[in-house]
Protein backbone atom coordinates (compact mmCIF):
# COMPACT_ATOMS: atom_id res chain seq x y z
CA UNK A 1 0.00 0.00 0.00
CA UNK A 2 0.97 3.44 -0.18
CA UNK A 3 3.46 5.05 2.13
CA UNK A 4 3.48 8.61 4.24
CA UNK A 5 3.62 11.01 1.98
CA UNK A 6 4.44 14.93 2.18
CA UNK A 7 3.89 18.21 0.69
CA UNK A 8 5.79 20.01 -0.58
CA UNK A 9 9.11 18.25 -0.99
CA UNK A 10 10.65 21.33 -1.31
CA UNK A 11 8.97 25.15 -0.02
CA UNK A 12 11.47 28.04 -0.30
CA UNK A 13 10.33 30.89 1.81
CA UNK A 14 11.45 34.46 2.56
CA UNK A 15 11.88 35.74 6.25
CA UNK A 16 8.81 36.38 7.89
CA UNK A 17 6.55 34.66 5.97
CA UNK A 18 3.82 31.60 7.21
CA UNK A 19 4.46 28.19 5.64
CA UNK A 20 2.27 24.82 5.83
CA UNK A 21 3.45 21.59 5.40
CA UNK A 22 1.04 18.53 5.01
CA UNK A 23 1.34 15.00 5.54
CA UNK A 24 -0.97 12.41 4.42
CA UNK A 25 -0.26 9.30 6.84
CA UNK A 26 -0.47 5.20 5.95
CA UNK A 27 -3.86 4.49 5.50
CA UNK A 28 -5.02 2.88 8.94
CA UNK A 29 -2.49 4.27 11.11
CA UNK A 30 -3.84 6.79 13.94
CA UNK A 31 -0.63 8.02 15.77
CA UNK A 32 1.12 10.41 13.51
CA UNK A 33 4.47 12.37 14.77
CA UNK A 34 6.37 15.53 13.25
CA UNK A 35 10.02 15.99 13.54
CA UNK A 36 12.82 18.20 12.04
CA UNK A 37 16.50 17.44 11.04
CA UNK A 38 18.39 20.10 10.67
CA UNK A 39 21.44 19.75 8.32
CA UNK A 40 23.85 17.10 9.34
CA UNK A 41 21.53 16.40 12.53
CA UNK A 42 19.38 13.71 13.78
CA UNK A 43 16.46 14.00 14.03
CA UNK A 44 14.23 16.50 16.82
CA UNK A 45 10.74 15.52 17.68
CA UNK A 46 8.24 18.36 17.32
CA UNK A 47 4.37 16.55 17.97
CA UNK A 48 2.26 13.43 17.87
CA UNK A 49 -1.23 13.23 17.51
CA UNK A 50 -3.61 10.15 18.36
CA UNK A 51 -6.49 10.58 16.36
CA UNK A 52 -7.34 14.29 16.17
CA UNK A 53 -5.79 14.96 19.46
CA UNK A 54 -1.98 16.12 20.82
CA UNK A 55 -0.83 14.53 24.09
CA UNK A 56 2.51 15.50 23.47
CA UNK A 57 3.50 18.97 21.79
CA UNK A 58 6.89 19.20 24.05
CA UNK A 59 8.90 19.44 20.78
CA UNK A 60 7.63 22.19 19.27
CA UNK A 61 10.14 25.11 19.47
CA UNK A 62 8.34 28.10 19.50
CA UNK A 63 4.61 29.19 19.48
CA UNK A 64 5.14 30.50 15.79
CA UNK A 65 5.14 26.12 15.21
CA UNK A 66 1.60 24.72 15.64
CA UNK A 67 0.12 21.63 14.14
CA UNK A 68 -3.33 20.35 13.96
CA UNK A 69 -4.77 17.14 12.33
CA UNK A 70 -8.64 16.89 11.09
CA UNK A 71 -10.15 13.59 11.40
CA UNK A 72 -7.36 10.83 11.65
CA UNK A 73 -6.11 11.42 8.08
CA UNK A 74 -4.01 14.43 7.14
CA UNK A 75 -1.89 16.80 9.42
CA UNK A 76 -0.35 20.16 8.82
CA UNK A 77 2.19 21.83 10.77
CA UNK A 78 2.32 25.82 9.94
CA UNK A 79 5.59 27.89 11.15
CA UNK A 80 4.57 31.63 11.24
CA UNK A 81 6.60 34.24 10.68
CA UNK A 82 10.17 31.93 9.53
CA UNK A 83 13.09 32.33 11.10
CA UNK A 84 16.55 31.58 8.85
CA UNK A 85 17.14 28.85 11.86
CA UNK A 86 13.84 27.23 10.95
CA UNK A 87 15.32 26.10 7.71
CA UNK A 88 15.52 21.96 7.87
CA UNK A 89 13.96 18.94 6.54
CA UNK A 90 10.27 18.29 8.11
CA UNK A 91 9.41 15.02 8.38
CA UNK A 92 6.39 13.19 9.30
CA UNK A 93 5.92 9.59 10.38
CA UNK A 94 2.83 7.49 11.01
CA UNK A 95 2.31 3.84 13.21
CA UNK A 96 -0.70 2.36 14.31
CA UNK A 97 -2.09 2.55 17.89
CA UNK A 98 -4.02 -0.02 19.71
CA UNK A 99 -4.90 -0.91 23.17
CA UNK A 100 -4.20 2.71 24.12
CA UNK A 101 -0.56 3.06 22.79
CA UNK A 102 1.14 2.89 20.28
CA UNK A 103 3.11 -0.47 19.52
CA UNK A 104 4.18 -0.45 16.03
CA UNK A 105 6.96 0.92 14.12
CA UNK A 106 6.94 4.36 12.74
CA UNK A 107 7.08 4.83 9.11
CA UNK A 108 8.29 7.87 7.24
CA UNK A 109 7.75 10.08 4.63
CA UNK A 110 10.17 11.72 1.94
CA UNK A 111 9.86 15.03 4.20
CA UNK A 112 9.55 18.64 3.19
CA UNK A 113 12.70 20.58 2.81
CA UNK A 114 11.89 24.01 4.23
CA UNK A 115 14.71 26.50 2.94
CA UNK A 116 14.03 30.42 4.29
CA UNK A 117 15.97 33.18 2.95
CA UNK B 1 15.79 12.08 30.47
CA UNK B 2 16.07 9.56 27.65
CA UNK B 3 19.56 9.78 25.24
CA UNK B 4 21.25 8.08 22.45
CA UNK B 5 24.74 8.63 21.75
CA UNK B 6 25.83 7.42 18.01
CA UNK B 7 29.90 8.17 18.84
CA UNK B 8 31.40 7.62 15.45
CA UNK B 9 30.33 10.13 12.85
CA UNK B 10 31.57 8.86 9.37
CA UNK B 11 33.00 5.67 8.77
CA UNK B 12 34.26 4.85 5.58
CA UNK B 13 35.59 0.84 4.10
CA UNK B 14 36.54 -0.82 1.27
CA UNK B 15 33.38 -3.00 -0.85
CA UNK B 16 33.28 -6.87 0.37
CA UNK B 17 34.48 -5.50 4.36
CA UNK B 18 32.58 -6.12 7.40
CA UNK B 19 31.40 -3.12 9.65
CA UNK B 20 30.08 -2.15 12.81
CA UNK B 21 28.41 0.82 13.70
CA UNK B 22 27.78 1.48 17.46
CA UNK B 23 24.93 2.35 19.31
CA UNK B 24 24.49 3.44 23.15
CA UNK B 25 21.58 4.36 25.19
CA UNK B 26 20.52 6.16 28.13
CA UNK B 27 17.44 5.23 29.97
CA UNK B 28 15.75 5.25 33.08
CA UNK B 29 12.59 2.83 32.01
CA UNK B 30 12.50 -0.94 32.28
CA UNK B 31 11.00 -1.15 29.44
CA UNK B 32 11.80 0.37 26.10
CA UNK B 33 12.38 -0.38 22.57
CA UNK B 34 15.43 0.25 19.96
CA UNK B 35 15.24 1.21 16.51
CA UNK B 36 17.39 1.46 13.44
CA UNK B 37 16.92 3.53 10.22
CA UNK B 38 18.86 4.01 7.55
CA UNK B 39 19.08 7.27 5.67
CA UNK B 40 20.49 6.58 1.63
CA UNK B 41 21.20 10.06 0.03
CA UNK B 42 17.41 10.13 -1.30
CA UNK B 43 16.66 11.41 2.02
CA UNK B 44 13.60 9.01 3.43
CA UNK B 45 14.13 6.92 6.44
CA UNK B 46 14.18 3.44 6.08
CA UNK B 47 12.88 1.34 8.95
CA UNK B 48 15.47 -1.75 9.51
CA UNK B 49 14.56 -3.50 12.80
CA UNK B 50 12.84 -2.72 16.05
CA UNK B 51 13.97 -4.62 19.54
CA UNK B 52 12.21 -4.94 22.71
CA UNK B 53 14.23 -4.39 25.94
CA UNK B 54 13.35 -7.69 26.95
CA UNK B 55 13.97 -9.85 23.88
CA UNK B 56 18.36 -9.74 24.23
CA UNK B 57 18.49 -12.11 21.17
CA UNK B 58 20.74 -11.32 18.49
CA UNK B 59 19.10 -11.30 15.28
CA UNK B 60 20.03 -11.95 11.62
CA UNK B 61 18.33 -10.27 9.08
CA UNK B 62 20.66 -11.21 5.47
CA UNK B 63 23.79 -9.19 5.93
CA UNK B 64 22.62 -7.42 8.56
CA UNK B 65 22.62 -8.28 12.22
CA UNK B 66 22.25 -6.95 15.65
CA UNK B 67 23.89 -7.22 18.85
CA UNK B 68 21.97 -5.89 21.80
CA UNK B 69 23.64 -6.10 25.24
CA UNK B 70 21.57 -4.80 27.61
CA UNK B 71 24.22 -4.84 30.21
CA UNK B 72 26.27 -2.40 28.61
CA UNK B 73 23.57 -0.63 26.74
CA UNK B 74 24.29 -0.81 23.65
CA UNK B 75 22.84 -1.85 20.37
CA UNK B 76 24.91 -2.22 17.47
CA UNK B 77 24.39 -2.68 14.29
CA UNK B 78 26.58 -5.07 11.78
CA UNK B 79 27.19 -4.68 7.86
CA UNK B 80 28.69 -8.12 6.92
CA UNK B 81 30.13 -8.35 3.02
CA UNK B 82 29.22 -4.54 2.35
CA UNK B 83 28.05 -3.03 -1.11
CA UNK B 84 27.78 0.29 -2.53
CA UNK B 85 24.70 0.71 -2.11
CA UNK B 86 24.74 0.39 2.25
CA UNK B 87 26.16 4.08 1.43
CA UNK B 88 23.78 5.81 4.20
CA UNK B 89 23.26 8.24 7.05
CA UNK B 90 22.36 5.24 10.13
CA UNK B 91 20.63 6.55 12.86
CA UNK B 92 20.11 4.44 16.19
CA UNK B 93 16.95 5.50 17.84
CA UNK B 94 15.09 4.68 21.60
CA UNK B 95 11.37 5.02 22.62
CA UNK B 96 9.54 4.49 25.82
CA UNK B 97 7.48 1.47 25.87
CA UNK B 98 4.02 3.27 27.04
CA UNK B 99 3.35 6.81 28.12
CA UNK B 100 5.49 8.50 25.74
CA UNK B 101 5.44 7.80 21.71
CA UNK B 102 8.24 10.13 21.04
CA UNK B 103 11.55 8.56 19.27
CA UNK B 104 14.89 10.10 20.65
CA UNK B 105 17.27 9.56 17.54
CA UNK B 106 21.11 9.59 18.20
CA UNK B 107 23.19 12.43 15.44
CA UNK B 108 23.70 9.36 13.14
CA UNK B 109 26.77 7.44 11.65
CA UNK B 110 27.44 8.54 7.83
CA UNK B 111 28.47 5.01 6.13
CA UNK B 112 30.41 5.17 2.69
CA UNK B 113 31.18 2.07 1.08
CA UNK B 114 34.27 2.46 -1.45
CA UNK B 115 34.18 0.34 -4.64
Known amino acids: GAGVSQSPSNKVTEKGKDVELRCDPISGHTALYWYRQRLGQGLEFLIY????????KSGLPSDRFSAERTGESVSTLTIQRTQQEDSAVYLC???????????????FGPGTRLTVL | AQKVTQAQTEISVVEKEDVTLDCVYE???????LFWYKQPPSGELVFLIR??????QNEISGRYSWNFQKSTSSFNFTITASQVVDSAVYFC????????????FGTGTRLTIIP
Open chain 2, 93 to 104: ALRQSFGNEKLT
Open chain 1, 49 to 56: FQGNSAPD
Open chain 2, 27 to 33: TRDTTYY
Open chain 2, 51 to 56: RNSFDE
Open chain 1, 93 to 107: ASSYWTGGRSTDTQY
